[in-house]
């Protein structure tokens, strides 16, 4: 159970387009979504949270109006990089915690490579 | 604010040694601590967590974890590794819903 997935897994873009990713929760209903960006061979920075049905908290020196995030439903959160620079070729991971969950965990989806030409 | 530093950027093992991937919290209050493994191309996935009870945590492959509060650490350890547990591993440590990860100790197994 709670397996999360991401579409599309990898995406190439010309720059100034904009790309949509997808992340669900396929067999659970989850409270929270988080959106994750990997640089190589680095962490993860955590870039905003989302709740359903509300807007997305975003972190420190995250552009909103760049990563727009849609929390449509329990099992469905959004991120869509708009006008795509090379600079934001990554790798970008979302999570979702089970709202019948008591503590702090979350799960993963596989990941969504960008590549910005 | 809460950190967590992984001590070690890469640690290369031989095939059926032991190993021991370090990390380190700063917390003032309670805190939940996960260790998360990272297959090549891949998302997370959940190695073990520490939420409270018994200090040590195990998973099902073999890694265990010991919360130590006083040294306010949380290294993973394996008493005999395969060359399957090639990966990066990262430990975080969580506060109301936001997960704070470390560096990441990538784990190389030579035969």
């Known amino acids: 159970g709670a397996v999360v997935s991401q579409h599309p897994s990898w995406v190439i873009c010309k720059s100034g387009t904009s790309v949509k990713i997808e992340c669900r929760s396929l067999d659970f209903q989850a409270t929270t979504m988080f959106w994750y960006r990997q640089f190589p061979k680095q962490s993860l920075m955590l870039m905003a949270t989302?709740?359903?049905?509300?807007?997305?908290?975003?972190e420190q020196g995250v552009e909103k109006d760049k990563f727009l995030i849609n929390h449509a439903s329990l099992t469905l959160s959004t991120l869509t990089v708009t006008s795509a620079h090379p600079e934001d070729s990554s790798f970008y991971i979302c999570?979702?915690?089970?709202?019948?969950?008591?503590?702090?965990?979350?799960?993963f989806g596989p990941g969504t490579r960008l590549t910005v030409l | 604010a809460q950190s967590v530093t992984q001590l070690d950027s890469q640690v290369p093992v031989f095939e059926e040694a032991p190993v021991e991937l370090r990390c380190n919290y700063s917390s003032s209050v309670s805190v939940y601590l996960f260790w998360y493994v990272q297959y090549p191309n891949q998302g997370l996935q959940l190695l073990l967590k520490y939420l409270s009870g018994s200090t040590l945590v195990e998973s099902i492959n073999g890694f265990e974890a010991e919360f130590n509060k006083s040294q306010t650490s949380f290294h993973l350890r394996k008493p005999s590794v395969h060359i399957s547990d090639t990966a990066e591993y990262f430990c975080a440590v969580s506060r109301a819903q936001k997960l704070v990860f470390g560096q990441g100790t990538r784990l190389t197994i030579n035969p």
């Open positions: 989302s709740n359903e049905g509300s807007k997305a908290t975003y």
């Open positions: 999570s979702a915690t089970p709202r019948t969950r008591n503590y702090d965990e979350q799960f």
